[in-house]
């Protein structure tokens, strides 16, 4: 089946620095790839859409300068934290649409990270 | 706006007995799916069944099926003989066209031995 690989798995950085996350479809095409935060024991709440070649759409109360979303290619998205702060610590998922598949969604396996 | 509730925060379950975990939507939309979604302690999303809103069928995988009672917005899922493995959390999602997913708060399973 599709496979999305969400890379890295665990990430502890500096308050202040940058991380960068990234999501790649393996065996398809991702026309849409969407960017979830779920903190501890609650739901995914989502906080961007890509497509590629086209500008991220983002949710409303996501800072858009802190949360950069690139989506260059039909088979990665890259979403990366700039200037890091503790609040942001989270666990990141991203999920990847492929319509030919009728509308199947697979996800990535999530990024915990950690601003010290 | 679309928004899908799970009234459970937390169930319980016997082992090799069912349980039933509830969802409701709401949507002015005719067409459009809805899922259920498993996450273990390894938060992987892992994809447990898929049902089309035209489809009046409920759908079914293994031990697990579905209850959509469109007109009343439901979609409840049944886990049939319950297995250790069975327990995480469960998200209930909605979505129309492709578009984002849309998710319940979540209702957390646990299966006792």
């Known amino acids: 089946g599709a496979v999305v690989s969400q890379h890295p798995s665990r990430v502890i950085c500096k308050s202040g620095t940058s991380v960068k996350i990234e999501c790649r479809s393996l065996?398809?095409?991702?026309?849409?790839m969407f960017w979830y935060r779920q903190f501890p024991k609650q739901s995914l709440m989502l906080m961007a859409t890509?497509?590629?070649?086209?500008?991220?759409?983002?949710e409303q109360g996501v800072e858009k300068d802190k949360f950069l979303i690139n989506h260059a290619s039909l088979t990665l998205s890259t979403l990366t934290v700039t200037s890091a702060h503790p609040e942001d610590s989270s666990f990141y998922i991203c999920?990847?649409?492929?319509?030919?598949?009728?509308?199947?969604?697979?996800f990535g396996s999530g990024t915990r990270l950690t601003v010290v | 706006a679309q928004t899908v509730t799970q009234s459970q925060p937390e169930m319980s379950v016997q082992e090799a007995e069912t349980v039933t975990l509830s969802c409701t939507y709401d949507?002015?939309?005719?067409?459009?799916?809805l899922f259920w979604y498993k996450q273990p302690p390894s938060r992987q999303m892992i994809l447990v069944i898929r049902?089309?809103?035209?489809?009046?069928q409920n759908a079914t995988e293994n031990r697990f099926s579905v209850n959509f009672q469109k007109a009343a917005k439901s979609f409840s899922l049944k886990i049939s003989d319950s297995q250790l493995g069975d327990a995480a959390m469960y998200f209930c999602?909605?979505?129309?066209?492709?578009?984002?997913?849309?998710f319940g708060g979540g209702t957390r399973l646990m299966v006792k031995p």
């Open positions: 999920s990847a649409s492929d319509l030919t598949a009728n509308y199947g969604y697979t």
């Open positions: 065996d398809f095409q991702a026309t849409t």
């Open positions: 890509s497509n590629e070649g086209s500008k991220a759409t983002y």
């Open positions: 949507t002015s939309e005719s067409d459009y799916y």
């Open positions: 049902q089309e809103a035209y489809k009046q």
């Open positions: 999602a909605y979505t129309s066209a492709g578009n984002m997913l849309t």
